[in-house]
Structure formats: C-alpha cells, structure tokens
C-alpha cells in the first residue's frame, strides 16, 4: 500500500495530511500559514505538541514547529547593518523588545509536489519572495521537503537560493515542540558536548560562551526550566538531542558544520520540549556568529532528522 495524500479545510486554510494507512504513519502541514506541521505520527503515535485548530495556528502561540526564516531565535530591537544600509524588523516579541523569528512563519508556502511511495512520502514547499518588505529587501526562494517514511525517521530539507543582485544575510532554524510523556518534567533529555551561549536579562548574547554539562548523560528534567541557545563542540559531521518519555523516543540530528548551534526550550505550560536545530547564533545579524553571507545567485543547504523509537 502507498502513502496516500487527503486534504481538508482547516479554518481558512488546507490541511495536508501524508499517511500510511495500514501503518498509521505520517504527518499533517498547512503550507499557507508558514508550513507548519501540526503531527508527526509514527504507528499511532503523534509525537509533536502541536496546533490543533485553526484557531491555535492562527494566534501562533509559542510558535510550535515554526519555519525560522530568515533568522531564528532574537534580533536585538529589531535592528542590523547590511552593506552599509540599516534595517528594523517589527518588534514582536514585546517582553524583550526584540524581534523573534524572523517573517516566513506568517507567509504562505506553495505546495510544488507531493511523493507517495510505498514506504516514504514527502511534499515539496516554496516560499517565492520578492523583497518586499523593507526591513528585509532581499528576493529569494526558500524550498522545504518534508520527508517521512515506515522506519521512523522525519526529514527537513532546506535549500535557500538568493534571487538578489547582492548578497544577502541569511539564517534558518525550526521549531518543533515534543510530547513523549504526561509533561516536561518527565521527559529525559541528553545533549552533546556543547557550551551555552550567555544572554542578558533580553536573551542577546553578551559574548562568552559557557561550559555546560547538565545533561551530556540522559537525565530527567524534572522543574529545569532551559530557555537557551548552545553550540555543538563538534566541528564536522552530526550532533544529536535526544528527548525520552512513556511514549517513545526521539533523536533530532543536524549537522555540525550546517547547523552549529541549537535552542532547548521548556515553555512555561511545562507540557512538551522544544529541540530547535539553528544555523547561527543569538542576534546573528549583528554579531554575525554562524550567520551565512548568501552570495548572488547561490544556494544554501541543511537538513535535519527526527528518528523515533518506541
């Protein structure tokens, strides 16, 4: 049997679901609002805390399994230099008077093609942008697949061309919140070797990294609050977070070189874990740690994967 494509209404919007039926595998998006994935099911199992009406995708609280684009995580008060030229994203994230995240979680995506096959299935998304906002003048594409398939394993892969005459400065991260038990607490949580970033009472860098071990063996969470950027010793090849609960197991893997740095966040609710895989650091577009300088014309690339177990 292949995996099969069912659309529906989901408020003003369609939802895209890729499932295996006889399995009980796949996984919902709605490619309008950002390309946001509501599920990730493996044999019954949805293991993302995730929106689950049209209503929740709309208010877009704590921006679960958000596109990062065209940076993550915070811009100090919104502002950068870019050739010379200075820039001011809104402020949208009011508590620190910075903005968050970037745009493309608010943009639609268009659906360029869908691949059911026996035992994988993905679906091709592109956000076409012209420039048009002023604080980000900047044309490009921003393709994401999104792959699943019968042995456990979620795939993001991204590729960003640069459409402007210039280059341009260009950051990705995504934002999946894990539900694997009854709350955060009882998720069990392993890092690799990796320091923490220091922030100010504003979440910006303040420069030094931090040596930080809590969790390089697989330890419960219990009432550890981390809302916090770290990056990867590694230098080549794959890190891994891993997060375990009643319901399964899960590994996020990015690469090193790609993605050198990563967000651990427990949101306040306590019911779920973000693990967010980052191709640069804090206020990148200021302090310019990880941030890529996308020539005219090229393309970037990264990949990240969930692999789950039960």
């Known amino acids: 049997m292949l995996f099969e494509l069912r659309q529906a209404s989901f408020g003003p919007y369609t939802r895209f679901d890729l499932v295996h039926e006889t399995s009980n595998t796949g996984f919902a998006i709605v490619p309008e609002r950002g390309a946001t994935v509501l599920e990730i099911r493996f044999q019954g199992q949805n293991i993302l805390d995730g929106y689950n009406s049209p209503e929740e995708l709309e208010a877009a609280k704590w921006g679960k399994s958000a596109v990062l684009f065209p940076f ?37 995506f268009e ?4 691949q059911l096959e026996a035992t ?26 999104f792959s ?4 456990g394993e979620f795939s993001l892969d991204v590729r960003c061309r640069n459409r402007h005459s210039n280059a341009i400065p260009v950051g990705f991260g995504w934002h999946p919140y894990f539900k694997l038990d009854k709350n955060a607490d009882a998720h069990r949580l392993q890092l690799p070797a990796a ?14 990294l931090q040596a930080y ?15 916090n950027c770290f990056k990867t010793a590694a230098a ?3 890190y891994r977070l891993a997060l ?3 319901r399964g197991k899960v590994a996020v893997k990015a690469s090193a070189s790609d993605m050198p740095y990563f967000q651990v966040f427990t949101p306040p609710h306590r019911e779920s874990v973000a693990l967010e895989p980052m191709s640069c650091n804090v206020n990148a577009f200021n302090n310019g740690d990880g941030l890529v300088r996308l020539e005219s014309g090229k393309v970037w690339k990264a990949k990240m994967t969930i692999q789950y177990k039960r």
């Open 111 to 114: 659906v360029v093609q869908v």
């Open 120 to 145: 994988r299935a993905s679906l091709h998304c592109r956000f076409s942008y012209g420039g048009e906002h002023a604080f980000y003048p900047f044309p490009l594409d921003l393709d994401l697949i």
């Open 213 to 227: 071990a809590a969790f390089e063996k697989r330890s419960r969470l219990d009432e550890t609050f981390l809302d």
């Open 244 to 246: 375990a609960g009643r």
């Open 236 to 238: 080549k090849g794959a």
């Open 72 to 108: 993550p995580n915070r811009l100090d008060g919104g502002r950068y230099t870019w050739n010379g030229a200075t820039y001011t994203f809104p402020i949208n994230n009011a508590a620190t008077g910075n903005a968050i995240h970037g745009f493309a979680r608010d943009h639609a």
């Open 148 to 151: 699943i398939d019968l042995k």
């Open 195 to 208: 320091s923490m970033v220091a922030i100010n009472d504003r979440m910006i860098p303040t420069g030094p």
